[in-house]
């Protein structure tokens, strides 16, 4: 695999600075290895503070000539990096399970979602619009923010740097990306792509290695206008309180806790399938995967029974073999917080419907896991649990179910299934969520805003609304003419 990849001239494995590749300036290095084999695949450059601020400059040097193209020269060269990377797709997909244990089909899945932002944002960079207010003679535009910097995680290694880096491009931004130092693998071969697309050297720059050196230094610098971020609370927090000292814009996408809400008029097999979707894809890694089920008691034993089926079938090992649907868990400490979370529940009275431990296959494998009478107290509905466990919880009436939904600072992702329409409208409405999966349970995609409500971030991804976070609005006043 990795040979056919060398072949393609994807698999970079040093930084990328003003269209340069680049390695770190004292020679420091990190492995990324494959969590399904726990092998090294190949070692890229540690960096720091040195490599940032020269990407920040770079990219502030670029952002000039970047922002003065037209909309329609900078939303062909974004057409043409789409293309690039969907004619790329099969070995993009590849890194992906590579460096991220994610089943090649679902892999796949990612370089056309990822791909897809790229397309949309190229479109949209034609359509941003000022308005002209009649009665005062006032002028609105809107202008690029600046420099970007983009700090992305392991779970979407593709997707979650063209939600940030297409809009920013297509509104005349240029980008400092710090890529997760577990996948930086596919970034840098779709910044290589980029290149390739004429997307101008220096306008995205690449910088991975000591996370809070790169982060810093993209919070303190004047040049960096804009921070986005999609990982951790905790390390969202940081970013947030870090931006004030310059007073950037910042977009948060942090972690949810989605409640998936099982009502007794749901038709149980489209509540299964979406429920099982939902909660494993990804082995349970996403930020909108489904981290408590709740159910209505008359639905409960059948849901249970059959839902419980379903995950026993569901095939894990390595995400390279034909079959696979559950991959490994990124790395140990994922591995231990679903262990320990399991432990809570059960030492609390929750019972093991099917799986409840670590994976014969060894390694950061965790078997597919249901857990019955699970309530709402337990570690694992007070937080995300990240892994293949689907905790169900059971309830009597609607205000209930949507009291415990709610009953979390937690705020991205809540998923209901019912047959009732006008039920669908009332609980859609009242949860506190930034997306709502009605009898659904895969919601992504480029055309509609993703973001969170309370603590889960700030700001939205993907639709139109995208794009308004990487401009500023300018009022000019015309006078005395
Ligand atoms: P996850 O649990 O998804 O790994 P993290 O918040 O730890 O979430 O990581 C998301 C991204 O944030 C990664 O690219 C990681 O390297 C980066 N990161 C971690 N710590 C810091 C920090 N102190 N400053 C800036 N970025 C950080």
Known sequence: AVSRLMESGLLRTQGLIGGKWIDAHDGKTIQVQNPATGDVIVSVPCMGKTET?????SAHDTYYSWSKLTA????????KWYDLIISH?????????????????ESLGEVNYGASFIEFFAEEAKRIYGDIIPPTIDDRRLFPVGVVGAITPWNFPLAMITRKVGPALACGCTAVVKPSEYTPLTALAAAELALQAGIPPGALNIVMGNASDIGNTLLESTQVRKITFTGSTAIGKKLLAGSANTVKKVSLELGGNAPCIVFDDADLDVAVKGTLAAKFRNSGQTCVCVNRILVQEGIYEKFANAFTKAVQ????????????VQGPLINKAALEKV???????????????VGGKRHGLGGTFYEPTVLGNVNNEMLISRQEVFGPVAPLIRFKTE?????????????????????SIPRSWRVSEALEYGLVGVNEGLISTEVAPFGGFKQSGLGREGSKYGMDEYLEIKYVCLGNL
Request: aromatic content about 4%.
């Open 53 to 57: 601020m020269s990407a920040i400059s």
């Open 72 to 79: 329609s020269e900078r939303s062909k060269r974004l057409r």
């Open 89 to 105: 797709k099969d070995d993009l997909a590849l890194l992906i399970t590579l460096e991220g244990g994610k089943p090649l089909k």
């Open 313 to 324: 079938a569901l095939q894990v090992g390595n995400g390279l073999t034909e079959g696979v």
């Open 339 to 353: 262990v320990t979370f399991v432990k809570d529940a059960t030492s609390k009275g929750a019972d093991v419907l």
């Open 399 to 419: 205000e209930e179910a949507i009291r415990m939904a709610n009953d979390t600072d937690a705020g991205l992702a809540a998923y209901l299934f019912t047959s």
